[in-house]
C-alpha cells in the first residue's frame, strides 16, 4: 500500500468515526459503493451498529452486488448479528448462489443465529453443497433451529451465541 492511500484512508476513518459518534446512517449507506473494499467493509459493520432493521436492505444489496468476497462475508455476519428476518431472504440467496465458499458459509450460519424456521429449507439444500465448510456450517445452523424448535426459545441469547 502506498504511503498516500494509508494516509487517506486513516483520515477518512477519522471522518468515519466522527459520523460514526452522529449515528449518521446516510453517510454510511453512501459508503457501502466506497472504492476502497476496506472502507466498504467497515461502513457495513458500522451500519449494521447504529441502524438496526433500517440497515437491512442495504446490507442485504452489499451481500448480493458486492464484488468483493471479503465485504459480503461481512455484509452477511452483521445480517445475522442483526438477527431480523427480513434479512433472511438475502442471507438464503447467497447460501444458494454466492460464488465463494466462504460467503456461503457465512450466510449459513447467520442463518442459524436468526433462528428462524424460514431458513430450514435452504439450510437443507446447503448440506448438499460442494464446500465441505458450507455443509458443515449448514448443520451447526440446523441443531440450533431444532434446539429452538424443541424448547421454544427463539429469541434467547445462548441460541443467538451458538446459531452457528
Same mark, same amino acid.
Given at each position: 500500500? /502506498? ?8 483520515? =477518512? ?10 449515528? *449518521? ?6 459508503? =457501502?459503493?466506497?472504492? %476502497? ?11 449494521? #451498529? ?15 452486488? @458486492? ?7 461481512? $455484509? ?17 440467496? $447467497?447460501?444458494?448462489? @454466492? ?12 442463518? #442459524? ?8 429449507? /435452504?439450510?437443507? +439444500?446447503?448440506?448438499? %453443497? ?5 455443509? +458443515? ?5 440446523? $441443531? ?6 424443541? /424448547? *421454544? ?8 451465541? /451458538?446459531?452457528?
Amino acid at each position: 500500500m /502506498t504511503e498516500s492511500i494509508h494516509y487517506d484512508r486513516i483520515k =477518512l476513518f477519522e471522518e468515519m468515526e466522527k459520523q460514526f459518534e452522529n449515528k *449518521n446512517k446516510q453517510y454510511f449507506k453512501e459508503l =457501502l459503493d466506497h472504492h %476502497d473494499n476496506v472502507v466498504r467493509t467497515r461502513a457495513v459493520c458500522i451500519l449494521a #451498529g447504529i441502524g438496526a432493521e433500517n440497515a437491512v436492505e442495504s446490507i442485504g444489496k452489499v451481500l448480493k452486488y @458486492d464484488k468483493n468476497a471479503l465485504v459480503r462475508h461481512e $455484509a452477511a455476519f452483521s445480517l445475522g448479528q442483526l438477527g431480523y428476518r427480513s434479512g433472511i431472504p438475502a442471507l438464503a440467496d $447467497a447460501v444458494r448462489s @454466492d460464488s465463494s465458499f466462504f460467503v456461503r458459509h457465512e450466510a449459513a450460519v447467520a442463518l #442459524g443465529v436468526i433462528g428462524s424456521e424460514e431458513a430450514r429449507k /435452504t439450510l437443507r +439444500e446447503a448440506l448438499k %453443497d460442494e464446500s465441505e465448510e458450507v455443509r +458443515e456450517s449448514a448443520v451447526v445452523a440446523l $441443531a440450533n433451529l431444532d434446539y429452538i424448535q424443541a /424448547t *421454544n426459545r427463539v429469541d434467547s441469547l445462548f441460541t443467538k451465541m /451458538t446459531g452457528g
